[in-house]
């Protein structure tokens, strides 16, 4: 009897030690999604920027917004002119609509690369 009751906790032991280890080839696999996701997150970064439509300008391609900050240009709010990198932009959306969209530098002008109308 003696025997069997030290053969117990060694058993339980082992189990224990392969349970550990497989929880941390576990915890492995996981911390290296969640670097995917970061990096996911840092290629879509750019935030949508709200404002009001004060102008669109199917001639010149252009639209006025009167706009909140714009973090990744580091730009204020103010009412300024936008140059559009789809002209399909131009037809979505019309003089007073409330947006959100995605403004970028191409050269030394601005462009609105994503528009939507705000809900
Ligand atoms: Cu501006």
Do not use: Y
């Not at 025997?3 to 032991?13: A, M, Q």
């Not at 497989?22 to 969640?34: C, E, S, V």
């Not at 909140?68 to 019309?94: S, W, Y």
């Amino acid at each position: 009897m003696k025997s069997l009751n030290t053969l117990i906790p060694v058993t339980v032991f082992a189990i224990a030690s392969v349970a550990s280890s497989a929880a941390m080839a576990q915890a492995t696999m996981g911390g290296g999604k969640m670097g995917e996701m970061k990096m996911d997150q840092s290629a879509a970064a750019v935030e949508m920027t709200e404002g009001v439509v004060r102008k669109v300008d199917k001639n010149a391609k252009k639209i006025t917004i009167k706009h909140g900050a714009i973090k990744n240009l580091d730009m204020p709010g103010m009412t300024m002119v936008f140059q559009t990198a789809d002209p399909a932009v131009l037809e979505q959306v019309q003089k007073g609509d409330k947006v959100k969209f995605r403004a970028a530098m191409d050269g030394s002008a601005m462009v609105i690369t994503e528009i939507r109308l705000a809900k």
